[in-house]
């Protein structure tokens, strides 16, 4: 029996291949059951490496022991049977914490733990700290992202902000109602972050793989309304200027966060929903995402009309179409006239039209068609006067009144009876008894018998607009 436990330690020496020949040269021998290395004075070596027969390196501990499934050298880790692990990942506490948790760390050619930087392992990029723990999550800096397996990613993520302390009082956007965002993470993996922008609040519209998205300082995509000069506490509550509004889930035909182009029925930014009739309203957007806007209604011209799909179209300062009866500077002549807009189109109508004035009276009106279509008509339309639109009547206790029209240095008067009607080519006599005798295209060309030239007789009625705020 003793000679047959011999040979069996010999076969198990010589499948561990750490057999030596000699028992009094230097290498490897078995002592209790625990191997063990002499050097060549027959003492035991510690604290370092040794190769074994099959050429494979194993660690002698503090006591000569050879280690098994244990940290070597602090930096190195040798599996079951001793061997030094290479090219290898191993899941293991830290060698400094022996009662903490597990984290991966990964082993080179030389056996080394890998450490302090990036490592590129089976067409993956890896991060390790320090202390050699693959990182996941943010890494310190906050560029780059590592997914929950410790690769690097790339492209668009929906993902938790950093967690950090500094900045903490700075604006830095809306919050979302998940407390997560898009971020965008280039091939080489860092977090797109916009050049110019900074801690305050401020954005910038860049463009990614062909579209153009908004960013704040810490990249992350923005979604809805954005005021593009930071906090939106700062902004001037009745006005849109400086507000962008990014496509946000729902908006079809529109990829999230890129701008949005064309109508879209929207709640205002909410430090202007205070001043807006409705909680819905429409917006017209460029292709940029900013909304069409126009000045103070003290300040209108046609030169503010927007043309769309050949309708015109008038914006306030909050960005809405405006509608109603409104008096506009014809370009930047000085001279105004009347368009109406319609309250449920929102575009100038045309033609002849009942409308409601300010005072609550309805009156005819003219728009012109085709050319300045939509300006309010003055002069002779289908044998009635206008002026800035609206029809000219006598009362009923006149009959008949004559109106005097700007021409040239000096006037046409008409003269028209109580339904607006121009008197052509014949004498009338109004209730007063002044007579009026007018030529065949109307025109006034003696009062009471006497010739009139070209001064001015009567003053038109202008149309009666309500109070606009715009």
């Not at 000699?22 to 190769?51: C, F, H, M, P, Q």
């Not at 080519?425 to 006497?450: A, M, P």
């Amino acid at each position: 029996m003793k000679k047959g436990f011999k040979i069996l330690t010999a076969a198990m020496m010589l499948s561990l291949g750490l057999f030596t020949m000699s028992a009094y040269a230097e290498g490897w021998s078995l002592s209790n059951n625990t191997w063990i290395y002499l050097d060549n004075n027959g003492n035991r070596v510690t604290n370092e490496w040794r190769k074994g027969a099959d050429n494979l390196w194993r660690y002698l501990n503090g006591s000569g022991e050879m280690s098994i499934s244990t940290w070597a050298d602090n930096e190195y880790y040798v599996d079951s049977n001793g061997i030094m692990v290479t090219n290898q990942w191993q899941q293991l506490r830290d060698p400094y914490d022996d009662y903490g948790e597990t984290y991966w760390f990964y082993f080179g050619g030389s056996g080394k733990m890998i450490r302090d930087g990036w490592k590129k392992i089976d067409g993956k990029n890896y991060l390790f700290d320090s202390d050699g723990i693959m990182q996941t999550g943010w890494s310190d800096d906050g560029m780059y992202y590592l997914g929950s397996d410790g690769a690097m990613k790339t492209g668009w993520r929906y993902l938790e902000p950093q967690e950090r302390d500094d900045d903490e009082d700075s604006y830095s956007g809306p919050e979302s109602d998940d407390g997560k965002y898009w971020y965008y993470f280039s091939p080489n993996g860092k977090k797109f972050t916009p050049a110019g922008t900074d801690a305050g609040g401020d954005y910038r519209v860049s463009k990614v793989n062909g579209k153009y998205y908004c960013f704040n300082y810490d990249g992350q995509m923005q979604t809805g309304w954005v005021y593009m000069e930071g906090d939106p506490e700062t902004a001037d509550k009745n006005s849109i200027e400086h507000w962008r509004y990014f496509a946000e889930d729902g908006i079809k035909n529109t990829t999230l966060g890129t701008p949005v182009t064309g109508w879209l029925s929207l709640e205002p930014p909410e430090p202007l929903q205070d001043n807006v009739d409705e909680p819905v309203v429409w917006y017209y957007f460029n292709k940029d995402g900013t909304p069409k806007t126009g000045p103070d209604y003290e300040e209108v011209s046609t030169n503010d009309f927007v043309r769309i799909n050949s309708k015109s179209y008038l914006f306030n300062q909050r960005g809405n179409p405006v509608h109603g009866l409104l008096r506009v500077q014809i370009g930047d002549t000085g001279e105004y006239t009347s368009y109406y807009f319609d309250e449920s189109s929102r575009t100038a109508l045309t033609g002849k039209r009942k409308i409601e004035e300010g005072d609550g009276t309805e009156s005819t009106f003219y728009f012109n068609e085709g050319t300045n279509a939509g300006r309010g008509f003055t002069g002779v339309k289908s044998g009635y006067l206008y002026y800035m639109g609206k029809r000219q009547e006598a009362d009923s206790d006149s009959r008949y009144v004559a109106i005097s029209l700007p021409a040239g240095s000096g006037y046409h008067t008409y003269v028209v009876n109580t339904s607006g009607r121009v008197s052509k080519n014949t004498t009338v006599k109004d209730r007063d008894g002044n007579k009026y005798k007018v030529n065949s295209t109307g025109i006034l060309q003696e009062l009471n018998g006497e010739a009139v030239g070209s001064e001015k007789f009567g003053d038109p009625v202008e149309p009666v607009y309500e109070e606009n705020d715009f």
